[in-house]
């Protein structure tokens, strides 16, 4: 095989390669994009869903709501459901100030 036969491969392998590298960089920056989407609305979904919970604590008793809120989430409780307390109004707030 001549010198310029093989250079010409080389060069082709190198060309395919860096468009593979290319290619997964792109799909990982996608992916990235997507999941970033994705928590926004979780964030999003959270203060909403926390904000219909204060309403209806505050419409099933008005003159204690967090008393309604402590029964409620109980009550989630006893029936298996878990919540870390790390989404609370203020940092979910906060993400989503500094998300956009």
């Known amino acids: 095989m001549s010198d310029v036969v093989a250079a010409a491969w080389i060069g082709f392998f190198g060309t395919v390669l860096a468009a593979l590298i290319a290619g ?3 799909l990982r920056w996608l992916n990235q994009q997507r999941t970033q989407a994705q928590l926004r ?7 909403f ?3 219909v919970e204060r309403i209806h604590a505050q419409s099933r008793n008005p003159a204690h709501p967090f008393t309604a809120l402590r029964d409620a989430r109980r009550i989630a409780r006893n029936g298996g459901y878990a ?3 790390k989404n ?7 993400h989503l100030t500094l998300d956009n």
């Open 49 to 51: 869903l926390l904000e």
């Open 83 to 85: 919540w870390s307390g």
């Open 41 to 47: 609305e979780a964030r999003s979904d959270i203060r």
């Open 88 to 94: 609370v109004r203020s940092k979910v707030e906060q």
């Open 24 to 26: 997964m960089l792109g």
